[in-house]
């Protein structure tokens, strides 16, 4: 990992390399900050920005008693009782408008950055793209984030004339990531101006934001979407067992 990266993401790289391998499978414990501290000679506060960046990725939990552990539900096992919400290469349904508003190169959000594992203002790029339903309805505003090292070698994601739907295959073409799992992170809140004005909602209201991470087959974070969806708007859901 370059020397530019801040320590704490070196640090997080190293357990969750250990945790794809099976190194430290699920219900392990994991070093806990006075360790990683001590074993990279680091600030403990350092070690606990890395145990906190693993717990915003999916990979570990913190338990009263226990510390820090490998969770059980790790991004990409299969047989969750909830399922992601949408599929694994992000697509778009052919019944859709779609239009393409934003294509260009910005400075990446710390949230983002950090499931990337990226430092503060690393940049990357940015698309947005709203959609709408067969009858020309605004339906969703999605965000999409990529990395600069995919950017470099995918410069074409900067060109609004590349349809959303060929997207995750120019990116795999050109950059060699291949989507292998995803993590969702859904939550309501009350829609910003801009979001008002694009999904043409009126002056107050709620809307639902999903943030969906895609992940490589090692594990690192190339795409992170950002969606927001009009209060109104149902998404279909997968069925799960009960109990």
Do not use: C, N
């Amino acid at each position: 990992m370059a020397e530019t990266t801040p320590k704490y993401h070196q640090i997080a790289h190293g357990i969750r390399s250990r945790i794809v391998s099976g190194e430290l499978p699920p219900g392990a414990s994991v070093p806990s900050e006075r360790q990683l501290a001590e074993e990279h000679r680091v600030a403990r506060p350092t070690a606990a920005k890395a145990l906190r960046l693993l717990q915003h990725q999916g990979y570990v939990e913190s338990r009263h008693g226990s510390g820090t552990i490998v969770r059980e539900d790790l991004p990409g096992a299969r047989g969750h009782r909830f399922a992601p919400s949408r599929t694994l290469d992000v697509s778009f349904p052919a019944e859709t408008g779609l239009v393409v508003l934003v294509a260009e190169e910005a400075v990446v959000p710390p949230h983002v950055a950090d499931a990337f594992g990226t430092p503060a203002g690393h940049r990357g790029v940015r698309r947005q793209v709203l959609l709408s339903d067969t009858h020309g309805i605004p339906a969703e505003l999605r965000t999409s984030w990529f990395g600069g090292e995919v950017a470099a070698r995918a410069p074409d994601l900067l060109d609004t004339g590349l349809s959303p739907a060929a997207v995750d295959e120019y990116v795999t073409e050109r950059a060699g990531p291949r989507p292998s799992f995803g993590r969702d992170l859904v939550r309501a809140r009350m829609a910003t101006a801009d979001e008002r004005e694009r999904l043409q909602l009126p002056g107050t209201s709620a809307v639902l934001e999903e943030h969906f991470v895609v992940f490589d087959a090692e594990g690192s974070a190339f795409r992170f979407d950002e969606s927001v969806f009009p209060a109104e708007v149902w998404k279909p859901l997968h069925p799960y067992p009960l109990p």
